[in-house]
Nanobody
Framework: QVQLVESGGGLVQAGGSLRLSCAASGRSFYNYAMGWFRQAPGKEREFVATIKWNGVDTSYADPVKGRFTISRDNAKNTVDLQMNSLKPEDTAVYYC????????????????WGQGTQVTVSS
């Protein structure tokens, strides 16, 4: 079992940056791929990024490539999402997720979800 708690959301102007953090509790955090999803009002939940247990292999959704960076610290049981050059269309609730593999995480149905943190980007 893995419990996930996000932090770091808020209000930022377009072009600005935010760093989201996710603290994981439970055993064997290092065994899990981690990721982020987001859901904007009236839209489907969408995949944002994922990172393998080794902290090296990552993948990103096209809308965020080159602007967002996912990282993890297995010693601290945390995964972060650095978001730069934010746009109003990045406004959404961001969810931290965990699954056994990156494929499971990016599939849209990973088994573990945080409660979400709101990110609002003003124009």
């Amino acid at each position: 079992q893995v419990q996930l708690v996000e932090s770091g959301g808020g209000l930022v102007q377009a072009g600005g940056s935010l760093r989201l953090s996710c603290a994981a509790s439970g055993r064997s955090f290092y065994n899990y791929a981690m990721g982020w999803f987001r859901q904007a009002p009236g839209k489907e939940r969408e995949f944002v990024a994922t990172i393998k247990w080794n902290g090296v292999d990552t993948s990103y959704a096209d809308p965020v490539k080159g602007r967002f960076t996912i990282s993890r610290d297995n010693a601290k049981n945390t995964v972060d999402l650095q978001m730069n050059s934010l746009k109003p269309e990045d406004t959404a609730v961001y969810y931290c997720v965990a699954g056994r593999t990156r494929a499971i995480v990016s599939s849209g149905d990973p088994p573990y979800w945080g409660q979400g943190t709101q990110v609002t980007v003003s124009s």
